[in-house]
């Protein structure tokens, strides 16, 4: 069984910045691609970033382009998502899945709030 679990949300002006971080329990993820999605009220759940097993292989979404970036520690089960020049548009929950996502592997999200 796999259990995710992020943090690093808050509050932050327009321009700032924040470091998610995602960790991972259990092997089930060993080996395999994964991916922080967003959701804002209303809108359904969208895809931010993936990161392959070694970190070989990385896609954005256009929005995330050129101001975040994914990353991972293996050996610590861990990804995170630094993000910069962050926009009001930015604000959601912040999740991390595998990728293509599992249903029962959502977490509770982190909250990011970005202000004008």
């Known amino acids: 069984q796999v259990q995710l679990v992020e943090s690093g949300g808050g509050l932050v002006q327009a321009g700032g910045s924040l470091r998610l971080s995602c960790a991972a329990s259990g092997r089930a993820f060993s080996g395999l691609d994964m991916a922080w999605y967003r959701q804002t009220p209303g809108k359904e759940r969208e895809f931010v970033a993936s990161?392959?097993?070694?970190?070989?292989?990385?896609n954005y979404a256009d929005s995330a382009k050129g101001r975040f970036t994914i990353s991972r520690d293996n050996a610590k089960n861990t990804m995170y998502l630094q993000m910069n020049s962050l926009k009001p548009e930015d604000t959601a929950i912040y999740y991390c899945n595998l990728d293509p996502f599992r249903p029962g592997y959502w977490g509770q999200g982190t909250q990011v709030t970005v202000s004008s």
């Open positions: 990161i392959s097993w070694f970190g070989g292989r990385i």
